[in-house]
């Protein structure tokens, strides 16, 4: 089957049975149900922070990725070199980020968290790890763990098929 966007090829599980255990098009159903709950209970999870969702990734990306300046931030997250730059005059008038010169580049710009960008970007962590407990209350541990691991395992096989997909815009796409 062909991906008509990409051009690729797609394997499929058999040529003439659907995946074991779904109707076809029921992966599709379950999984925009999921992510329309997390994209909810995210949401209110960090609307404190300005930009919302892209503001935590943001300050997230910056804090756990320490990506080496702008262009590497915006790369990483997949947001527009223009749009990133409005972003983050945000989270600086907000005083949680701050633009330095980059030790590598002193041209380029590095993005860093602020004193109180770290003590906001804790408190909105332990509110989006219980949003993700709230979404999966219906699994028990060892079904979290390993819905956790094949998750990351189907993502990262997405990833290396199609590496410039970008997971924002399926977000951006909800409506």
């Not at 892209?54 to 990306?61: A, E």
Request: some cysteine; charged content about 20%; proline content about 6%.
């Amino acid at each position: 089957m062909m991906d008509i966007m990409n051009s690729q090829q797609i394997p499929l599980a058999t040529q003439d049975k659907p995946l074991p255990g779904f109707i076809p098009g029921d992966l599709a159903w379950h999984l925009g149900m999921i992510l329309r709950g997390h994209q909810t209970l995210f949401a209110q999870a960090v609307e404190e922070i300005p930009c919302s969702v892209r503001g935590y990734q943001m300050l997230s990306t910056v804090v756990h990725h320490d990506p080496a300046n702008q262009q590497a931030l915006g790369a990483h997250l997949g947001i527009d070199r223009t749009v990133l730059t409005y972003l983050i005059d945000d989270l600086v008038t907000a005083e949680l980020v701050d633009r330095i010169p980059a030790p590598t580049d002193r041209r380029a710009r590095k993005i860093i968290a602020t004193p109180k960008g770290l003590e906001l970007l804790q408190r909105l962590e332990t509110r989006v790890a219980q949003a993700e407990q709230t979404l999966l209350t219906g699994l028990d541990s060892a079904e979290t763990s390993a819905l956790a691991g094949l998750l990351g395992k189907l993502s990262m096989s997405v990833h290396s098929s199609q590496p410039g997909a970008n997971p924002c815009e399926a977000m951006d796409h909800l409506g």
